[in-house]
């Protein structure tokens, strides 16, 4: 009996969970850009001033693509975004001297020194917009992560994902 | 190139010196080293920190500080709940589910737990799905509800087995620690106590040598000095005068008149003992500046910081006149009197003359006291 027919010998025997795993494949394929429903808009809060920026019109400023080993995913992935120190810039006049930032997970933390070209604000992954799913809509990364070791995530945990709010603390 | 002034030593000594000298740097660079060695295996050990130990505990408040796994079924139990409550269905609850499902699946979807547990892309496959059948009316509320226990188990296995990992990283962690501790307790006593030996061995070292200089110099003490008085002698007196050069100094040279026959009618002991009563007569008479030294037989000398001639003079002359108010008595003296003296004095600088003339001169002048028919003192001209 060769592998073909094997294939066909199994698929006939699981032929019920073989349909249930095409519809959930189907589903899954049809219902990706559903997924990305939540999670629009990123909040940018100065002192008192507090905006929301569509995430939609972060994707157009990524004029950056550069191929990464994500220790989280464990491969190489592409990666598109834009410095995040010129985003600070241009958000708040001036690199804060550290960031307060809330994800959609309700982590919050609050980083300093950001005046550093190597961080990335990632919007795209190999093409594809970002999204909750994949630790999106916006993602800080660091572009050369140096001898770190990629098997030790507690040397990535500076990067923040699922990024809802950004606090400028001055 | 030997210098001939120098004195000879054999080289058995010399090298037997050396050997002693190496023997003792050894000692004391021992003891360090081992003082050394200590510190730096404490400080090692003080440093060391167990790398898996850390990857568990070092994450409080990071984003990986909490599982992720623990993170992401908080967010399907939270739908499960949602789904379970009274109006499941509404567009809002539905957008609700729809969030915590999409962050769970996010929490989930990493390499780490694709890698460990096979349960990771099935659950994230009814994850993933469950969302749009939902919105569509494909699946009730409650069989979304059960669907999700699949998931939620794979988390909470997936959860179990990093806290049992955690445990045997603990167990390692603790056994390791033992073991440390067991090595730098034992090894830091062996070197501890190998220190301290090699110091207790320097410091033998140490003792033994200063025992030695202590006995090398009574040895010399001794041989500058007259057994007889107590006072020094010849060599004490070349010693003195190098010693204070450049200094104005009075020579004064003293014979006991006719002791050869002081000697053979009172016998040897008591010229002995006549010469330890001038010898303490003179410094008596000369006073504690002076120091006294016996030359051989009934000579003595005498050094003492002399400014000019008439204190010179004044020293002669108290001598003489000391001696009279003691009244030695002589016997065999043939001019019938007490023990009389012979002084002959001379002042001199050490660096402007050699000490050689000055004691020529200062002999002289005792000879012309001598032949003019002793008992009385002269002074010759500063040399």
Known sequence: ?170 | MVSSNEPFEPPASVEKRSRRKRHYINWLSLSLMSFMALMLLIIYESRWVYPEIQAYFSQTGSLTGQQLATRSRAYLQRAQQTLLNEQPTSAENIEAVSLDLDLAYGLMDVSVYHQEYACTAPSILIVGSLAPRLSQGDLSAFAASGELLGPINCLTHIEMDQLDRRGVAINNFSESTRRHNQVLTYTSMIIFIMGLLFWLMHERQLRRTELATEQKLAWMKRAMRDPLTGIGNRSALHQEVLARANESLGLILVDVDFFKQYNDALGHPEGDQLLRRLANLLQKQLGPEAKLYRLGGDEFAAVLPCPNDPVLTQYCESLLSGLATEQFKHPAHPDNKCVTLSVGAVRFVAVEITFAYAYEVADKALYRVKTAGRDGWQISASA
């Open chain 1, 1 to 170: 009996m060769n592998a073909a027919s094997l294939l066909v010998a199994y698929a006939h025997r699981f032929k019920k969970q073989v349909k249930t795993g095409f519809a959930y494949l189907l589903i899954l394929i049809v219902s990706f850009p559903l997924a990305s429903a939540h999670a629009r808009e990123l909040t940018l809060i100065n002192g008192d001033d507090t905006r929301h920026i569509a995430t939609a019109s972060l994707i157009p400023q990524a004029d950056t693509t550069f191929t990464l080993f994500d220790p989280y995913q464990g491969r190489e992935v592409e990666m598109r975004g834009f410095e995040f120190r010129d985003f600070l810039i241009e958000q708040f006049g001036d690199i804060p001297p550290a960031l307060h930032f809330t994800a959609w997970d309700d982590y919050d933390v609050t980083l300093s020194g950001w005046d550093d070209p190597n961080w990335f604000m990632i919007v795209e992954e190999d093409g594809e917009p970002l999204t909750l799913r994949s630790r999106g809509p916006l993602r800080l990364v660091e572009r050369d992560y140096g001898a770190r070791d990629i098997n030790s995530l507690r040397e990535f945990n500076d990067w923040v994902w699922m990024i809802r709010s950004i606090e400028a603390r001055w």
